[in-house]
């Protein structure tokens, strides 16, 4: 795949001013930007790391320049929200797409493992989201002790924000002192946790990015999963698929009947 | 137009967790995980995600510096470097080379430390090298090398999560180490059982199979309790004791008088919590100890190490996985300073300086050695520069004149001292009393190596041009020593291609570091000493087959009062310590923003019941008053703290808990009692603010 | 009513409501049942926002983690906006903040959402009675969060 990779950014380089990849270093891998005539032999695919933030920094820059980038199925989805919110330009940008593994596919326990175009590898079914059915199945108490525990664990470390494409914010409501007490581990439950799990409604891609580094192991996807499976069957709004819908919020889809939704109560 | 990210080191703690500098067009603006690191797996804690946000502040010092009374006034770096080497010739020359005090610096390289203290040595000819270990693990450097023969971490950080039980005391580790607290936390998920000892309520106690809340100073003899349980309950490790240790029958003597309701007296530790906790760790199948400062700084201090360190021994935990005794070194190159040498009773690899052998080792390497004489600690230079017994200081990277105790007796020292240099990033108050400041590279600029706590040899790899003016550290100490004549030994050069070739020399000259390159490093990622040859693989756990020192030495002690106990007049302990979001004097994290927001400023935690007896509100501004001086600062009543104790974090310059804080010493590592004071707490009231009562009837008028 | 004998006893709990109502529609409507003289309980304290739109998450969670016991946001009927389309946001972000309560082990049922006119005052007392039963069935806020 890497091979293919590398063939196709020799071919794609000369109509863009740079290509945002990942790139060999130690025994990981970085985001980078190669130059035209720059040495691709240190071309890497894993382990994975998302470039979208990559490409809002380097577009913030050099707004006039095309760059060409590797997206995998996620950080696809992920440019796309971003352009919807005057993040990333998307007429600027070419998508090399790659599709995951099966390996990567389960790491990630990802639905949609596939960019929509895919130039470089075959696709993999999605995997299919039971765990969070067995979560659900938990009684209410249970998920209460659950969350207290896990975000008992919380360094607030802000790498679930940090790393997340999609929080981009200078001023983000986490650090203000007013909605989650500053200068404290853990944070109090719930403040930190819940608000951001609003804040990706309707934005979240379930990249898995968040969960990965967070050095608690608080599995965070199950939550923000369990709000995208809402936002797409009820809003039917898929976050990334369509780049001239607009974001949620600022859409007129409204909610016609409060029962739409059901919440489990038990 | 370059955009890349340059893999490195954390330049905070000792954990040692890799990190990506990301890099835009030579500025350096954000820092991304390393999911490949060993250590880190892709996590960071706050400090780590913010690494590189101090790097282009602009109070970074970016010209060498003369002071003109309270003025300081840009010069050229060759005048700056003149100046220096006169000066400490000058002393030298007239004074004698132990006239003059060397600091190295935990924050910075091996190689630059290494360098730091030949230039001591080779150049200057004084054992006058020390830095702030001093302050921090001196004692397990003493301690562990005194029962073990080698005083570093005896396992490694990744093996923690499948300990079957962990005992964490004197460390408040999701906060001051917050990658290993990670790793405790898991640890505790797949089964271990946490042991908690600690006198506050720390974010680590939550999850603990017991949390044991001793008073402040009475770590001796919850230690000896558990041991007297473990030896009369025959839980002992019989087999390692008789095979692997010495002086086993002076050990019962000691412990005998600790039985748990003795220690219940002592400590306030319920005895059927502490028999029970003994019982969890001895019965463990592996059983480590993880500490820090909380064992440390104590006039104890070393007597607390060699206790855990007994208490390892007779439980045969030690020597294995996921097990040992695992002293948390605090700043990200603290053990790389020590192992190089930066300490003056050992050269580099901790070869003892009155050892005869090992000095004409070095005499003949470099060219040149002091005599076999130990010099001088930073606690005690810094006492003797205010006698004027030493009359120069030149400090790399340190800022004791807010990391020592007493402060305001550090102060005075310094104020009088004849000649004083300061290299570092940031114009920090210590170097605010300098005659020369010099401007350095900060770790986001320079190369070399970390060694992490887990005697992890790391690589730093440089990812923008030093700022400004400043030079990395190895190449001013070498220009300062050229210019002051260096000596003819095959290794007495101050003249590398780079920072390679002083490792390779470091390799040479210390046999635990042997078989450590660049070129290794690069290669493996790591390498954990020791490490002798260049095939070498490296040591993930000490003390496996033997001791360092051959047979492991118990060395029982009894317990010892902290120096300066409550009274009347001076009710309440303080304790200090580390918050999260700041690291040590806060030079650097206060100046990156998202840090800053975190804790803007310095506080006092008081207990509840202490704070409505005293009637204090919540972040009242109140006074806290010592033997030493007094500093004002803000409550914050939380449970915390046990009723009777506060604690400060040492943070803030214009709320200095070592404003507070005693200096007495251990009598073997010479480090200061931070973590026990006796203290009063006062309210401020109106009647002592004139200016805001004047104002107050301005404006009423 | 504690008796001489016994310890001392907590008074009984009453919840302790917060609402945010919109300036334009729900808060006028809040007025009318004040003039009307229509009973509801007084553990409503409310807090008048511009639109109902305005209403955040951290809003809401805040509320709860201060000790509100129950949290009701009442704005105008979708395409009743003041603002055209403020309430369109808060038909989505409630909802969701209910769902999200739920996830995390919260009775959503302490939050509702409801749209009342100016002219809708016997509909509030009607709704806030109702809720605040809900809310004392519920039990207080402490049982899930700690508060404060």
């Not at chain 1, 069957?233 to 009947?257: Q, R």
């Not at chain 3, 129950?70 to 369109?88: A, E, K, R, T």
Request: hydrophobic share 40%; net charge neutral.
């Amino acid at each position: 795949m890497l091979e293919a990779l590398r063939k196709k950014i020799q071919e794609i380089m000369p109509q863009v001013d740079g290509v945002i990849a990942l790139r060999r270093v130690g025994k990981g891998t970085a985001p980078h930007l190669f130059l035209p005539g720059d040495d691709l032999s240190e071309l890497a695919l894993s382990p994975q790391f998302p470039l979208p933030t990559p490409v809002r920094i380097i577009q913030a820059k050099y707004p006039d320049k095309r760059f060409a980038v590797v997206v995998r199925g996620c950080d696809e989805r992920q440019l796309v929200e971003m352009a919807k919110r005057r993040q990333i330009f998307l007429d600027k940008l070419v998508m090399i797409g790659v599709a995951c593994t099966k390996e990567q596919a389960e790491y990630c326990r990802c639905e949609m493992p596939f960019p929509k175009q895919v130039d470089i590898g075959e696709t993999v079914e999605g995997i299919p989201q039971t765990f969070l059915d067995d979560f659900l199945a938990k009684p209410r108490e249970e998920r209460l002790a659950f969350w207290k525990h896990a975000f008992a664990k919380c360094i607030k470390c802000y790498g679930c924000r940090n790393i997340c494409p999609e929080c981009f914010c200078k001023e983000c409501v986490l650090e203000d002192n007013l909605w989650v007490t500053s200068g404290t581990v853990p944070p109090p439950f719930p403040m930190f946790h819940l608000i951001r799990a609003m804040h990706t409604v309707g934005k979240c891609v379930a990249c898995g990015e968040c969960e990965r580094t967070c050095p608690a192991d608080i599995p965070l996807t199950i939550l923000y999963k369990l709000l995208k499976r809402d936002v797409e069957t009820v809003f039917h709004y898929y976050a990334g698929a369509d780049p001239n819908e607009p974001p949620l919020m600022d859409s007129t889809i409204f909610l016609a009947d409060m029962d739409m939704l059901h919440p489990p109560r038990r | 137009m370059e955009y890349r990210n340059v893999p490195t080191i954390c330049t905070y703690c000792g954990t040692g967790c890799g990190l990506l500098l990301e890099v835009l067009d030579g500025q350096v603006v954000g820092t991304y995980p390393d999911y490949a690191h060993p250590v880190s797996e892709g996590h960071l804690c706050i400090k780590g995600w913010n690494a590189g946000a101090f790097v282009h502040h602009p109070d970074r010092l970016t010209k060498p510096l003369f002071r003109k009374g309270n003025d300081f006034v840009e010069v050229s770096w060759n005048e700056a470097l003149e100046r220096v080497a006169g000066e400490l010739k000058r002393i030298r020359d007239q004074y004698g080379p132990d006239a003059i005090g060397l600091f190295g610096s935990a924050k910075a390289t091996n190689e630059a430390n290494y360098l730091m203290q030949k230039l001591a040595r080779a150049v200057i000819g004084t054992n006058n090298i020390d830095h702030c270990a001093r302050l921090c693990h001196a004692p397990s450097v003493a301690g562990l090398a005194m029962t073990f023969g080698s005083g570093a971490m005896t396992n490694s950080i990744p093996e923690l999560e499948n300990s079957r039980c962990i005992l964490v005391t004197g460390s408040n580790t999701t906060e001051g180490h917050p990658i290993i607290g990670a790793r405790i936390m898991r640890a505790k998920e797949r089964g271990a059982t946490l042991i908690v000892v600690d006198p506050r309520d720390i974010q680590l106690a939550r999850f603990a199979d017991f949390h044991l809340r001793q008073r402040p100073g009475t770590d001796v003899a919850w230690i000896n309790g558990m041991i007297h349980v473990i030896l009369r309950e025959g839980l002992e490790n019989k087999e390692f004791i008789a095979t692997r240790t010495e002086n086993f029958d002076a050990l019962w003597e000691v412990v005998k008088e600790y039985p748990p309701e003795r220690v219940e007296q002592i400590t306030s530790i319920p005895a059927d919590q502490l028999a029970a906790a003994a019982r969890a760790y001895a019965r463990a199948e592996s059983a480590a100890i993880v500490y820090a400062m909380g064992i440390t700084q104590h006039t104890t201090g070393t007597d607390n190490v060699v206790s855990l360190a007994n208490l390892a021994m007779v439980t045969g935990q030690i020597g294995r996985p996921s097990a040992g005794v695992n002293p948390l070194r605090g700043q990200n190159n603290v053990q790389g300073a020590c192992d190089v040498g930066a300490l003056p009773n050992v050269y580099p690899g901790y070869q003892s300086v009155t050892d005869e052998k090992v000095r004409q080792k070095f005499l003949e390497a470099w060219g040149a050695a002091p005599p076999a004489r130990a010099g001088f600690t930073v606690t005690e230079m810094v006492d003797l520069a205010g006698v004027g017994a030493i009359r120069a200081l030149y400090i790399m990277g340190e800022n004791p004149l807010l990391s020592d105790p007493n402060i305001h007796h550090a102060r005075e020292a310094l104020e009088r001292i004849e000649f004083l240099v300061v290299q570092d990033i940031f114009l920090s108050e210590t170097a605010q009393f300098a005659h020369v400041v010099l401007p350095a590279a900060s770790f986001a600029e320079t190369s070399g190596t970390f060694t992490a706590t887990d005697r992890r040899v790391q690589l730093v790899r440089q990812a923008i041009p030093p700022i400004g003016e400043s030079r990395e550290d190895w190449q001013i100490i070498c220009e300062i020593a050229r210019r002051l004549g260096t000596p003819a030994g095959p290794y007495g050069k101050f003249d590398y291609a780079g920072t390679a070739e002083i490792m390779d020399e470091i390799a040479a000259l210390t046999p635990i570091y042997g078989g450590i390159s660049h070129r290794r490093l690069e290669e493996l990622g790591f390498l954990q000493w020791p490490c002798r040859t260049p095939d070498d693989p490296g040591t993930p756990i000490l003390h496996t087959e033997q001791f360092t020192r051959g047979l492991g030495r118990f060395q029982p002690v009894h317990y010892r009062d902290p120096a300066e106990l409550t009274d009347e007049e001076y009710p309440f302990i303080l304790t200090t310590g580390r918050v999260m979001f700041h690291w040590h004097t806060g030079t650097m994290t206060r100046r990156s923003p998202k840090l800053h927001k975190e804790v803007p400023e310095g506080y006092v935690e008081i207990n509840p019941l202490d704070a409505e007896r005293l009637q204090i509100g919540k972040s009242e501004r109140i006074r806290l008053v010592s033997r030493r001086g007094a500093v004002e600062t803000k409550a914050w009543i939380t449970r915390r703290v046990a009723p009777g104790v506060v604690f400060m974090p040492f943070h803030f310059a214009e709320a200095a808990a070592n404003v507070l804080t005693n200096a007495a010493l251990d009598p073997v590592a010479k480090i200061p009692e931070y973590k026990v004071c006796a203290v009063r707490i006062e309210k401020i009231t109106e009647v002592e603010r004139p200016e805001k009562l004047v104002a107050a009837r301005a404006g009423a008028s | 009513m504690s008796s001489p004998e016994s310890n001392v006893q907590q008074p009984p709990y009453e919840p302790k409501i917060i609402g945010f109502l919109c300036n334009w529609c729900s808060y006028a409507g809040a007025d009318l049942a004040g003039t009307s003289r229509l009973s509801y309980p007084p553990n409503i304290r409310i807090v008048r926002v511009q639109c109902s739109g305005r209403v955040s998450p951290e809003l809401v969670l805040k509320a709860f983690h201060e000790g509100a016991d129950g949290v009701i946001v009442l704005g105008c009927h979708i395409g009743d906006c003041h603002y055209i389309d403020g309430n369109h946001r808060t038909s989505k972000r409630i909802p969701m903040l209910r769902q999200l309560l739920a996830y995390a082990g919260i009775e959503p049922d302490r939050l509702r959402l409801e749209w009342v006119s100016a002219a809708e005052g016997e509909r509030f007392a009607t709704i806030v009675k109702e809720f605040t039963e809900t809310v004392r069935e519920l039990g207080p806020i402490k049982r899930v969060m700690v508060t404060g």
